[in-house]
Antibody
Framework: EVQLVESGGGLVQPGRSLRLSCAAS????????MHWVRQAPGKGLEWVSG????????GYADSVKGRFTISRDNAKNSLYLQMNSLRAEDTALYYC???????????????WGQGTLVTVSS | DIQMTQSPSSLSASVGDRVTITCRAS??????LAWYQQKPGKAPKLLLY???RLESGVPSRFSGSGSGTDYTLTISSLQPEDFATYYC???????????FGQGTKLEIK
């Protein structure tokens, strides 16, 4: 069974940093693209970032470009999201999601982890 | 960016009803569309991809159709477990900038 387990969320002040992790199991992690998708409280879904199987290709939503960095460690079956210069509007539940075979282009997301909550507030 | 507009934003229906949710893209997306179901406190679950392909394990009462800019999700006979929020997502745009519809909340009448 494919499992994705996020961690690293919490309460952080505006301008500070946080690093999220996603531990994957139940599939050949280094065969698949991975993504981060977030959901602000009571709101809809927003794609944040995607990464190809070998980290060779990466993309970001305009709202996080230059502040967030996605990465992966295939030896550890793990996905990461380094979030810098956090803003109140980054407050959300952050999901990691499995993408398509190898590349992060033209992906749908399946499955999703249970999410980790990031709250940006002073 | 490709904008996705879902309608209605909320819908009340009864068990056994046939329900249709519409998703309109701001430009043609060549069937590059997925549908998700999200229940309160849970992660989204993939229902369909490529506009009409049913994900493994998803009941056959769910179906999808459409082309160009207009797509629909149909639930042929609502079951109690179907009351949830539904999202569409396009994966056509280049460079990739995945976008979701704003969601349709399906409630019990």
């Amino acid at each position: 069974e494919v499992q994705l387990v996020e961690s690293g969320g919490g309460l952080v002040q505006p301008g500070r940093s946080l690093r999220l992790s996603c531990a994957a199991s139940g599939f050949t992690f280094d065969d698949y693209a991975m993504h981060w998708v977030r959901q602000a409280p009571g709101k809809g879904l927003e794609w944040v970032s995607g990464i190809s199987w070998n980290s060779g290709s990466i993309g970001y939503a305009d709202s996080v470009k230059g502040r967030f960095t996605i990465s992966r460690d295939n030896a550890k079956n793990s996905l990461y999201l380094q979030m810098n210069s956090l803003r109140a509007e980054d407050t959300a539940l952050y999901y990691c999601a499995k993408g398509g075979f190898l590349e992060w282009l033209q992906n749908w997301f399946d499955p999703w982890g249970q999410g980790t909550l990031v709250t940006v507030s002073s | 960016d490709i904008q996705m507009t879902q309608s209605p934003s909320s819908l009340s229906a009864s068990v056994g009803d046939r329900v249709t949710i519409t998703c309109r893209a701001s430009q043609g997306i060549s069937n590059s569309l997925a549908w998700y179901q999200q229940k309160p406190g849970k992660a989204p679950k993939l229902l369909l991809y490529a506009a009409s392909r049913l994900e493994s394990g998803v009941p056959s009462r769910f179906s999808g159709s459409g082309s160009g800019t207009d797509y629909t999700l149909t639930i042929s006979s609502l079951q109690p477990e179907d009351f949830a929020t539904y999202y569409c997502q396009q994966y056509y745009s280049t460079p990739p900038m995945y976008t979701f519809g704003q969601g349709t909340k399906l409630e019990i009448k």
